[in-house]
């Protein structure tokens, strides 16, 4: 359920991260599409979207950690698995808010200054 959970929250984060990088650095006019990827706002999208994943797993490994020690040798932890898991779990959701509204507001920002 854990993985589930940030999987859906990755998708959120890294789906406005994109959006806002690509409202941030607009360019209308490629020739083939295989372009995007490798222009500037693609470059920065995918550097920002590898961050994201790499701190949210790096938040959700400690707990994992312990409850795979946990089950390798039983009766040493007595916290219930829940304990373990909310704080990484509430985590990675205010991680994924903030990745959403910041991107969001940058590419809203930048869109707002190309309508001027």
Do not use: N, Q
Not at 45 to 64: K, L, Q, R
Request: glycine content about 8%.
């Amino acid at each position: 359920m854990l993985s589930l959970a940030t999987i859906f929250l990755m998708t959120c984060g890294i789906t406005a991260i994109c959006i806002g990088v690509g409202a941030l650095y607009p360019k209308f006019a490629f020739d083939h599409a295989a372009e995007i990827p490798t222009s500037f706002g693609g470059a920065i999208c995918m550097i920002v979207s590898i961050a994201f994943i790499g701190i949210a797993v790096t938040i959700e490994a400690w707990p994992i950690y312990l409850l795979a020690m946990r089950g390798l040798s039983p009766g040493r932890s007595t916290a219930p698995e829940i304990w373990v898991l909310a704080p990484s779990l509430i985590g990675v959701i205010i991680l994924t808010l903030a990745a959403v509204l910041t991107s969001i507001r940058f590419g809203l920002k930048s869109l707002e200054r190309l309508k001027e």
